[in-house]
């Protein structure tokens, strides 16, 4: 199937259309110009694309999914695989966080600065979701029973991270450059530090990557924004 003839058939699908309320902006032209981002009330799988977003200074408009919109099933029913994010670029509609980043590292420029940087930052990319499928595996489904346990591999899992940004001298996961993956690398240890706050204690290198990048101006003003503090982590309300 040609990508005109598969947007065709996925223009098919009823899209969602939440009330305009739930919009936090804006106009129709800005409506028709930036990247919209549909989600749950949670950083969650979205919160990558937003810091990606605001770290490259792109704007996008961010409509929000309640849970009772969501039960209520037609949202649900509209999504590709009947999950969220979604993410539009103009007449683009795109289901997956992670195709979705990847995408728009192509687009703005992150994705390395050839073939080889490429493979190793999805090298890198995949070894970070390794350790968010763990981290949501047991926010979901482990979290009364299976702490005790995740806190003694923890440290095996973030070791690695540390030997790798410890040997990269650029200061980032893959050579001199930042890349989408830092930006999950460097979520994923912001929320370890909240689960368990010795997490790093160990780990110069993790320290001094998740300082440099936290101070990163759009980031830091970021991580201190409303928007940023008063949306939870996980969509059970545990972290
Ligand atoms: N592989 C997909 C991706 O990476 O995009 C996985 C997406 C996914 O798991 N989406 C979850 C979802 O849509 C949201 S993340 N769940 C609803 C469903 O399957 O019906 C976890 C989540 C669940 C619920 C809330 N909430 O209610 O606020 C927030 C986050």
Redesign the pocket.
């Known amino acids: 199937m040609t990508l005109q003839n598969m947007q065709a058939r996925l223009a098919n699908y009823p899209s969602c259309h939440p009330p305009t309320a739930h919009l936090r902006s804006s106009t129709k032209e800005e409506l028709q110009m930036a990247y919209v981002l549909t ?4 950083r ?3 919160e990558a694309i937003r810091l990606m977003l605001k770290d490259q200074g792109k704007d996008w408009t961010e409509v929000t ?3 009772d919109m ?1 039960l209520e099933g037609t949202v ?1 029913n509209s ?1 590709l ?5 979604k993410f539009e670029d103009g007449d683009l509609t795109l ?6 980043r990847r995408y728009l590292a192509r687009k703005l420029g992150i994705y390395g600065k050839d073939d080889k940087e490429e493979a190793f930052i999805d090298m890198m990319d995949d070894a970070v979701q390794d350790l968010q499928n763990k981290y ?1 595996k047991l926010i ?1 489904q482990e979290y009364d029973t299976k702490k005790e346990d995740y806190f003694k591999q923890l440290p095996c899992d973030l070791a690695r991270f540390e030997k790798i940004l410890t040997c990269n001298e650029g200061g980032f996961l893959v050579g001199k450059q930042i890349s989408f993956a830092d930006y999950a690398l460097l979520l994923q240890l912001l929320n370890h530090e909240v689960l368990c706050p010795s997490a790093l204690d160990n780990f110069p290198s993790l320290q001094a990557y998740r300082d440099r990048l936290s101070a990163r101006p759009n980031i830091k003003a970021y991580l201190e924004s409303h928007a940023f503090k008063n949306t ?1 982590i ?3 309300g545990k972290q």
């Open positions: 989600y749950f009330p949670v969650g799988r979205a999914v309640t849970r969501w649900k999504c695989f009947g999950q969220l994010p289901y997956q966080s992670n195709a979705i949501i979901y939870p996980n969509g059970n």
